[in-house]
């Protein structure tokens, strides 16, 4: 069989590309933004990638299915050709549905924020359980080097992103999964290209809440209000609940203790019993959230907190979520996937606790994303940034806020640019040994960190 993929590089679509070789299925793709790590995975899958969606040869022979990814819109000559021919389409998340899902037990993970890093934990503590799971992930874990795989086991983790399916369904792609076990990380105003307000996601949650069996298990932040009011809309799950720190009151939860941002470390806790302690090299509060969801995700289907314990000991981490590129000069350059401002302020809060105060931050974000870009986070980014020394903007030219002036109001050395070699040349003149320099982005940044690594080193600096 056929299976032909509309934006094969984008995360998910690049995950259904892997999984559908290991299906022995025949695959093409085309895109027209093709950029490392997934591009990287896509050439070693040897998958025909056709640049842009102009070229209508990508639909001849035809495929059994075309799948298309919510990159695409009407007016693009492959999709219009595609609707006067009638050739058969369907949405990413269906076609993982249908042809992967539907016999497996579903480990759901989602929320605003942290759905890839804990999707991966889950995943990897099932690896490391022995119980060989299939997993889908939207960024690649340093522990397996692939963002997706069919796997053999009973269980498949999967991310489980709000985002619409499809052109032709504008559901949430998580509303296609039914898991059995559910995680829902957080919820914020996010997307504001396709949602109008935080109702509007949080109706899509509770969408998600209705598929999960009374036999399941719902996995929440007890003190996330906008969760809370979901579950409020109704919730007919067996549910259970996690909280941070020493003062909050979870009997009948899960609980991390004695957190230390410097030691890297945190006791995990359940119905008040101690079940050990997590040692790990990730960084801020936001990863022990993380962390002890995944352990209450895996403990679901039965995997001893202890073991996992161990397994998270050992977590090497995603690519792009604070990934050290390298250190030249004294100068330690890192690359985050951080675009709103709840994770930008967990990032930066994050490498604070790490570095203390013997060390300048210098936070060069990219106003990138949607949201971001059409200014709804505009006033928040005050707060998030305020652990830099320096804080750089990158601005595209359809930012319509006026990113001038938020940067000028946080009285912190920095700028704003709209081109990278010129953002480049100054964060060359400007970093000096023991600086941490974080570009945060959710896309390419046009490789920008490695650019100035590589000027970094030369003998130009």
Known sequence: MHTHILGICGTFMGGLAVIAKELKLKVTGSDQNVYPPMSTQLDNLSIKIFQGYDDLQQLSPTPDYIVVGNVMSRGKPVIEAILNQNLPII????WLARFV????????????????????????????AGLAPGFLIGGIPNDFGISARLGTGKYFVVEADEYDSAFFDKRSKFVHYWPRTLIINNIEFDHADIFANLTAIQAQFHHLVRTVPGEGLIIYPKLDKNVAEVLNKGCWSKRVAYAVGNNHENQDGWLARNNSAMNNQFEVCYKNKSYGTVKWALLGEHNVQNGLAAIAAVEHVGVDPKIAIEALSIFQGVKRRMEIKGIKRGVTVYDDFAHHPTAILSTLVGLRAKVGNRARILAVLDIRSNTMRLGHHKDQLASAVNDANQIYFFRSSDTIWDVDKVWQDLQKPGGVYSNTDDLVKILLKEARENDQVIFMSNGSFNGIHATFLEKLSSEEV
């Open 91 to 94: 949405s990413g998340p269906e």
């Open 101 to 128: 899902l539907k016999d497996r037990h579903v480990i759901a993970i989602s929320g605003t924020h942290g759905k890839t890093t804990t999707t991966s934990m889950v995943a990897w503590i099932l690896e490391y």
